[in-house]
């Protein structure tokens, strides 16, 4: 009976190894990293992410990639997330398997939080330096104070080379050139180490005689002052003096080493320059738009009046990094992430040149399986059923105009 038992233990335990181990070496590769799983009215009003771009996809550690492109700060801010008073411009990666070299907002350097407005459109750019390889899922992300991560669409990037190449070299203004990767290392894991060690060296005399029992009775017995002997108090005295003057003489020390530092720099950056987005000519009326539970798909009757003095046709659909296109009149060039790039995701009841002058509603139906696969269909859970978006319109030469569209987006069910 008793083996038996045995036998079953030790099955058990080699059947909790197994699983162990499986789900140590079980790493499933995820093509979206946390955007999907955020509401989806909410990523649909907050900030819109266009004209992107992605100098490089695969590049060696010390290269450097450039993200650059716009982002609309959705002036219909949903009221649970707080304004982006105080928000920063971030990258959402796996820890630093890039160093951000630079972020730049309308062409200022923004290492610090800055302040968006509503309603306004800014030009970014991020510079990226490989540190680590593998293959990373880029994102350009906004944190906004109150809010929460604002993540933008991510894009595939394979780093190739060995980590332990990477340099990451700066001229200080004192003009020493350091390796910010392990500047300062050493003296790090000495001073820990020396502190670590007295602390481990004051234990180690006490801990040398009998610790408890003979000296809770010597105290019980009123003979507490026999514990501690002369030559001890000798040994706390140095401990203590010798502590004191190691601080002393080498703070003194680090002093004359370093003797120009400077407290860290921080504080909100204000005045953030937004792009002077050019007057539109065309207005868009939301009729109606609705989407189908289940589905792949959302509709929107558009009334669409060009004031303008050329033709223009509806090209582009963008919604929460979805971007739907109208194959006949854009193609996209700039490498969009595949899994949000629905090529002839648009299509629009009559989508002829709508001439000067002229106003007409039609029916556009945006369609593709990132509708699903990014969860916006998820706006059936969630407390504020509308959406927002930027429609494209294009005329003869090429030439662009942005339309933020807004309204409400009611579920149909079958
Ligand atoms: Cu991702």
Redesign the pocket.
């Known amino acids: 009976m008793k083996t038996i038992k045995d036998k079953i233990a030790k099955l058990s335990f080699v059947a909790l190894l197994l699983a162990v181990t499986s789900a140590m070496f079980y790493t499933p590769t995820?093509?979206?990293?946390?955007e999907k799983s955020q509401a989806a009215f909410m990523r649909m009003r907050t900030i819109h992410w266009f004209d992107l771009n992605w100098s490089k996809d695969e590049v060696q550690v010390n290269e450097t990639v450039v993200i650059e492109g716009k982002f609309h700060v959705f002036s219909g801010w949903p009221e649970t997330v707080d304004k982006p008073e105080v928000a920063f411009l971030n990258i959402?990666i796996p820890g630093p398997v890039f160093i951000r070299a630079g972020s730049w907002i309308g062409g200022q350097l923004v290492p610090r939080s800055v302040s968006l407005e509503l309603g306004d459109t800014y030009e970014f750019k991020v510079l990226l330096k490989a540190r680590r390889p593998g293959d990373w899922?880029v994102?350009t992300m906004m944190n906004v104070e109150g809010g929460g991560p604002i993540i933008g669409p991510?894009k595939w990037v394979t780093i190739t080379g060995s980590m332990g190449d990477f340099v990451n070299p700066l001229t200080t203004l004192t003009g020493d050139v350091i390796d910010l990767e392990d500047y300062a290392l050493d003296n790090v894991y000495f001073w820990h180490a020396l502190w670590m060690g007295l602390g481990l060296a004051w234990l180690l005399f006490w801990i040398k005689r009998p610790m408890f029992i003979p000296r809770h009775i010597a105290i019980t017995s009123g003979k507490a002052d026999s514990l501690i002997s002369a030559g001890d108090k000798k040994v706390g005295i140095a401990f203590a003096v010798g502590t004191m003057a190691i601080v002393m003489a080498s703070m003194g020390s680090t002093n004359e080493k370093y003797p120009i530092t400077t407290p860290l720099q921080a504080g909100l950056m204000r005045g953030i320059q937004p792009i002077d987005m050019p007057e539109t000519s065309i207005s868009v009326k939301v009729e109606d738009a609705s989407y189908r539970v289940p589905g792949r798909a959302m509709q929107m009757t558009l009334t669409i009046t060009n004031n303008g003095d050329s033709a223009v046709r509806l090209g582009e659909f963008m919604t929460a990094s979805v971007r739907f296109l109208e194959p006949d009149v854009l193609e996209d060039e700039s490498g969009y992430p595949d899994d949000l790039l629905a090529e002839e995701g648009l299509t629009v009841s009559d989508n002829s040149p709508l001439a000067p002058g002229e106003t007409r509603t039609v029916e556009v139906t945006a369609s593709d399986a990132a509708w699903e696969v990014y969860r916006l269909a998820d706006l059936i859970y969630d407390p504020d059923s509308r959406f927002a978006g930027l429609l494209f319109f294009f005329d003869e030469d090429g030439n662009r105009q942005m339309i933020m569209v807004d309204a409400p987006l009611i579920p149909t069910f079958i």
């Open positions: 995820a093509s979206a990293h946390g959402g899922h994102h991510g």
